[in-house]
């Protein structure tokens, strides 16, 4: 097991955590109750398959409950995205829209790295996730061919998530490192190019703005006599660049890890010996 192979797993596996406990917080407050039940279902996967992934280092259950729970917030690797409070549900939305389709790019190409154990247990992974996928579509489409009201909402949730979308591509620690061994086949920058390309793309499709949705509140837009909505002034707003986000694959967080954390590991920290 090489530093490079930990590096990469110990990202995978942080993602997967910190977004799962995040949509694990809208249990009993979802908008209906068989969105309840998906979403906890979607947190449950999430959280299931970062203890695959942290089973990959480690020796046995307890190794993998100090990984997922033993370690300090500036030793977790997920991108800030994953770790952000869900607002409300059109940020969650957006989010969720966003990294579970920035994480299919991601492992579709993990599905020919050098490892065979990861590679078997990325392939796993992404059967399960199929649903995410299709829970995610559905509303997107559902909330962007919606009301006035619900594109008011979804337009600058995603602009706030896809702000920070870059950061589930930030080069993680050794990832030269990867590439040489084979473990990746596509660096990071790249398959974030690739994945900004087709998320644009996808958004114009759905009838949103496609450069990452510019608004920043739904008061700076208005509807059109169609329908579609524009800037206040009547002007094309200013889209946004990544201008956050960055710093979570260096173990650089906000707040709202820190947050997090504590909630997420009291039991591991005040009853040793607990499994998870």
């Given at each position: 097991?090489?530093?490079a192979f ?10 997967e ?7 694990s917080?809208w ?6 109750i ?10 449950q ?5 970062a ?5 990959l280092l480690a020796d046995?259950?307890q190794?993998?409950d100090?990984?997922?729970l033993?370690?300090q917030?500036d ?6 995205l994953?770790e952000?409070p869900?607002a409300?549900?059109?940020f ?7 990294y579970?389709?920035?994480d ?5 190409t993990l ?19 199929r649903?995410h996928?299709l829970?995610?579509d559905y ?6 061919q ?11 949730a995603?602009a706030?998530a896809?702000?920070e979308?870059?950061g ?7 990832e030269?490192?990867?590439l040489?061994e084979?473990l990746l086949t596509v ?20 009838g949103?703005?496609g ?6 509140a739904?008061?700076e837009f208005?509807?059109s006599s169609?329908g579609?909505l524009?800037?206040?002034d009547?002007?094309?707003a ?5 201008t956050s986000?960055?710093?979570g694959r ?6 709202d890890l820190?947050e997090l954390?504590r909630?997420?590991t009291?039991?591991y920290?005040e009853?040793?010996g607990a499994t998870?």
């Open positions: 097991m090489t530093d930990v590096a990469l797993v110990t990202a995978l596996a942080d993602d955590l910190i977004l799962g406990h995040r949509h917080e249990t009993g407050y979802a908008p209906h068989e969105e309840d039940v998906a979403f906890a279902s979607i947190a996967d999430e959280i299931g398959h203890s695959s992934y942290y089973a046995g259950p190794e993998v100090a990984l997922a033993g370690r917030p030793a977790y690797r997920n991108a800030v994953c952000r869900n409300d549900w059109a969650t939305l957006a989010r969720h829209w966003l579970d389709h920035a299919d790019f991601r492992s579709q599905e020919h790295t050098s490892e065979p154990k990861l590679r078997q247990l990325v392939t796993k992974i992404r059967r399960e996730e649903y996928l829970h995610a509303w997107m489409k559902r909330v962007a919606g009301p006035v009201d619900a594109r008011t909402r979804i337009i600058p995603m706030r896809f702000a979308v870059g589930l591509f930030e080069p993680f620690d050794r030269q490192e990867a040489e084979g660096d990071s920058p790249t398959l974030r190019d690739r994945f900004t390309e087709w998320a644009s793309s996808a958004l114009d499709e759905l949103l703005p450069d990452a949705a510019r608004a920043t739904p008061s208005v509807a169609s579609d524009i800037a206040g009547g002007a094309p200013e889209p946004v660049a990544f986000g960055l710093g260096r173990g650089v967080h906000t707040g820190d954390w909630a997420m009291t039991q920290r009853n040793e998870w």
